[in-house]
Structure formats: structure tokens, C-alpha cells
């Protein structure tokens, strides 16, 4: 009982955000990764909203002309993103930085990401799973409106993953998008200090890579005989080890900073 109270109590403290970089550079690689599987799938992003804001444009036009729905894949994905951002912000009302909250956040992305990947390997949304399939589809300009579905959650998540970055303080690991990060890095008058004096500039390199692997590692499991629905599997199993990773994280020392 005593240590079971222990854990509980360890739970509510709020972490030491040394380090706390490491989990939302991960982060980056799982938004490469589904977004390299919902672009495949469905011709707009899930957690880059500036090319699906661009996408609801152009598909208010009816362009292109081969992708029907574009504008209503678009403001699917842009506002299920949005409501991600005002449900994740108001666990600031809760102690953001504790431990079991951070862990509850990642656990709650983890299982939307679970969820769209359970849809698409049932068959549910065979698109999602499979490129052949979401092809096929594209070449007879038909659109699956069961997609809808895993762009809803996998945005939603994604909301919250951006949200916390904010609320760890790492605004330039945006995990999301990389335009605003790659002006940051290159207009950094310290770009090219030494390697333990700059830690924003290799958090922003980090990031971006991460980001491209994630992306890259997507398009080869869409052409492999996994598909993408394993790079929505990944996705939610690493947001999962990123939540067990904030029960286990080393606490703020309050007392130290009082002295």
C-alpha cells in the first residue's frame, strides 16, 4: 500500500525538463511517419496544416481535377488539428508538467493513433493500409469518405503533440512543421558554434531530421509488404514509450530551486 502511495505520490511532481527534448525530437519522427501514410492514403497531411490549409484552397477551386473531396479532406484534417489544440491546452489547468499528466497526454495521442491504425488494418479503411489500394482508388478518381475517420484522429492527436511542446517550453521543436524551423536554423547568427554551445540549433537539427527519417521510413513501408497501416502501429507504440518514458522521468527538485 505504502509504496503503491509512493507511486502515486511520485506521479503528481512535476518533471526536471532536462532532457525533456529527447521524447518531442521522437516526436517529429512520428509525425513524418504519419504524415508520410496520410499522404499516401489520402492526398493531405495530419499534422502539417499549412499544406492542408493551402489543400482546402485549391480544392475550394475543385482542383486538382483528379482528387475529389480535396477541400473536404483538408478542413477535416485542419479542424480536427484545431479542437487537438484547445482540448490538449486546457490540461494546463491540471499541472501540465507532471508527471502522470504528461503521461496521460501521450498515453490519450498514443491510443488515436492505435485507433486509426485498428481502422485501417481491419479493412475498415483499406486505403490507409494498403497503397494498392489507395491507388486504385485515386486512378478511378473515386474517394473512400471512411477516410475521413483516421485523418480526424490522427489531426486531433497531433494537436496535442504541438501543445505540449509549447507547454514544455521547446518552441523551436515545433514536432509539426519545419518551414519556421528551418529559418531559425539558418538565420541562427551561431549556426556553425561549437556542438555543446548552441542546444536550440541542435534541437532544430534533430528535429528535422527525425522528421525526414519519419517521412522516408513511411514511404517504405507504403511500398513494402507491411504497409502504411504498420506506420500508424509504430507511430502509437512510440507515443505509448514516450508516455511510460514520463512515469519513470526524474523529478524537478523544488527544493533546490527555492535555495
Not at 496521460?104 to 494498392?132: E, K, R, Y
Not at 515545433?174 to 536554423?185: A, H, I, R
Request: with cysteine.
Amino acid at each position: 500500500m505504502q509504496i503503491h502511495q509512493s507511486r502515486l505520490s511520485g506521479w503528481r511532481k512535476p518533471i526536471d525538463k532536462q532532457y525533456a527534448d529527447i521524447p518531442l525530437c521522437l516526436c517529429s519522427f512520428v509525425s513524418g511517419l504519419c504524415d508520410s501514410a496520410s499522404f499516401n492514403a489520402s492526398s493531405v497531411f495530419v499534422s502539417m496544416q499549412t499544406g492542408n490549409t493551402l489543400f482546402l484552397a485549391i480544392g475550394a477551386a475543385r482542383l486538382p481535377p483528379n482528387v475529389p473531396y480535396m477541400w473536404l479532406r483538408a478542413i477535416t484534417s485542419i479542424g480536427c488539428f484545431m479542437l487537438g489544440c484547445f482540448c490538449f491546452s486546457k490540461l494546463r489547468h491540471v499541472e501540465p508538467l507532471r508527471k502522470g499528466t504528461l503521461a496521460f497526454n501521450f498515453f490519450t495521442q498514443g491510443v488515436f493513433i492505435f485507433v486509426a491504425a485498428a481502422l485501417a488494418q481491419s479493412g475498415v479503411v483499406s486505403a490507409m493500409a494498403d497503397l494498392h489500394v489507395a491507388e486504385r482508388l485515386a486512378g478511378e478518381l473515386h474517394f473512400d469518405f471512411n477516410l475521413l475517420i483516421p485523418i480526424a484522429l490522427l489531426a486531433f492527436q497531433f494537436g496535442g503533440q504541438i501543445v505540449t511542446s509549447r507547454m514544455l517550453g521547446y518552441n523551436e521543436v515545433p514536432t509539426n512543421v519545419l518551414t519556421s524551423l528551418y529559418c531559425d536554423l539558418f538565420s541562427d547568427p551561431n549556426l556553425i558554434s561549437p556542438w555543446s554551445s548552441n542546444p536550440k540549433r541542435n534541437r532544430r537539427v534533430f528535429s528535422a531530421v527525425l522528421f525526414f527519417l519519419g517521412g522516408l521510413s513511411g514511404a517504405w513501408l507504403a511500398k513494402s509488404d507491411a504497409g502504411m497501416g504498420t506506420a500508424l502501429w509504430i507511430g502509437g507504440a512510440l507515443k505509448l514509450v514516450i508516455a511510460l518514458a514520463w512515469l519513470v522521468w526524474k523529478e524537478k527538485d523544488v527544493a533546490f530551486e527555492k535555495n
